[in-house]
Each structure stands twice: as C-alpha cells, then as structure tokens.
C-alpha cells in the first residue's frame, strides 16, 4: 500500500511535471472508483493544475478554471492502486471492466497519467471537490508526523491514557495520517519497541524513542522518494525496509530471523531479538488452524 512518503514522491513529482498544465480529458473507467458527483468529472477538462498537495495518505491536484476558480482532483491509492505516468499518453481506447485503469487524465502537452488497481478488491476512491474537506477521509485526518507543530509533547499527548497497541495507533489515520502497515513496522524495529506495547503505558524514554524512530524513518524514506519518477517509487520503498515484508530474512542489526505475525488481511514483521527481548509473538494465523 502507498504510504507517505511515497505520496509525497508522486506529490513532488505531479508538482515538477504537471503544475501549469490544462485537463484537456479526464475518463473514468471504474465507476466504482468515482465517490463524488457535483462538480462532476466533465468540470475538469479547461482547467490548469495549480499545485500538487497531499494529506496523509491522500494526494490533491489543486485546479482551476474560468468556470470553476477552484476544483481539487483528490485520490487515495488504497491498497493495489498507483499512479502511472506518460509523456506521451496513449490513445487507445479503455474498455470498462476489462482493464486496471480506473481513471485516465490527459493533459495539453501531451502527457497524462493513469490510475490504475490490481486485484479484484477494488477500494482506489477518487474524488472532485471544492474543498478537500469535503473528503471524508481527509476531514478524519490526525496530524501529519512531519509537521512541524507535531513536537515529541504533541506525540505525547495522542498516546496518553490510550490503551490501543502502539502497532494500531500508529496505522490510526484518525490519529496521526499518512503512517500504514509498513512503516508502522519499520518505525517500531528502529525503536526497538514489540507492535503489541500499549500506547498509553510508554515511559517518557520511550516515548522520546518512538518519536525519534518516526521522525528519522519517515525522514529517510521521503528522502528516497524524492525526485523519483513514479515508476521507480515502489522499488525505492522496498529497497528501505528494514523488517517489512522481509519474512524469514536476517535482521540487518542483530541477525535474527524476522518473523511475521498474520491477521486477516494483512501482517505484520517484527524481529525477536531487537524488538520483543527474544519472544516469539504467535502467528494469529496457525493459531486458527491448531484450534
């Protein structure tokens, strides 16, 4: 699943490419996709992307128009979605139902993008608004982790009196946005710290240590996706990770096995050694079928 930062690389990159072109076309092809209907889609076409924003997990094309002054192209990639772009957009024609493309966006030069979803499980939402706001998602959003107002104090001050596991506040987006399954993991292994810890029982030592993990892993890993095409987004990220979605592979600080732990549609990697003084936490999964 796209995470911050790399949302934050498509930002960057939407913003160099696509800031002072206009819409000459938007299709979409998935209905299902679609979650707004007033502006419609055909309010897109005439206008010029003015900026390329993101919140949390969410990336917002800010467009405008003599008939609309103010339009937001907002998406969330969910699981399978990404983004594909081309210099020269093709122009073959889409067949609903029959292809990953959801929605298809050209633009005056030439160029566009696609949104595309694997799978079979579609949850790629795509919006037209006037006020990014008006996304639900985005009005439920906790602060951002790398703003500069969310201080080790306001870290502090989410986990207070919570009782949730620190793996699950922390992939909250309620509580703090733009964090999922996989730097969640990566966040936890750099601070040493099990995923099941309770999120209001942290010392102040361990509080200081989480915050510094989050800020240096999500630091590093904008960094990485900076300036990257989003062709070569994905690869970035899985070249960073240090525990997620390395099963069975050696943990580069202490080299013990990581292990995974499985729920039902997703899981997560911790390593015993570094994170949970050396216990093996159960596989929910083998768990089931033991019983």
């Known amino acids: 699943m796209p995470e911050m930062p790399e949302v934050q690389g498509l ?27 007033d502006p419609p889609v055909t309010a897109l076409p005439g206008s010029t992307v003015r900026a390329a924003t993101r919140h949390g997990k969410y990336l917002d094309l800010t467009l405008e128009s003599a008939a609309e002054p103010g339009l937001h192209l907002v998406f969330h990639l969910a699981k399978a979605g990404w983004l594909r772009w081309y210099d020269a957009l093709p122009t073959t024609l889409i067949r609903p139902g029959k292809s990953p493309i959801a929605l298809r966006v050209a633009f005056d030069d030439g160029s566009g993008f696609d949104l595309t979803e694997a799978g079979t499980k579609k949850s790629l939402a795509v919006y037209v608004v006037r006020d990014p706001a008006e996304v639900p998602g985005i009005a439920r959003l906790g602060p951002d982790p790398l703003d500069p107002a969310f201080t080790r104090d306001a870290f502090a001050a989410l986990l207070e009196g919570r009782r949730t596991q620190i793996k699950g506040l922390l992939r909250d987006q309620g509580v703090i946005g733009g964090i999922g399954n996989a730097y969640s993991d990566e966040i936890l292994h750099a601070a040493r710290m099990s995923p099941y810890a309770p999120a209001g029982g942290l010392g102040d030592d361990d509080v200081t240590r989480l915050y510094d993990a989050m800020q240096t892993t999500l630091r590093e890993a904008v960094a990485a996706a900076s300036g990257k095409p989003p062709a070569d987004l994905k690869d970035a990220k899985r070249r960073g990770m240090q525990v997620h979605a390395r099963r069975g592979e050696a943990c580069p600080v202490c080299g013990d096995t990581v292990r995974s732990v499985f729920f039902a549609d997703r899981s997560l990697e911790y390593c015993p050694t570094c994170q949970t003084g050396g216990k093996v936490l159960a596989d929910r999964r083998l768990s089931r079928l033991l019983k």
């Not at 939407?14 to 998935?30: D, Q």
């Open 11 to 37: 930002v960057d990159f939407l913003a160099e490419r696509a800031v002072g072109l206009k819409v000459t076309r938007a299709s979409v092809s998935a209905i299902s996709a679609l979650k707004t209907y």
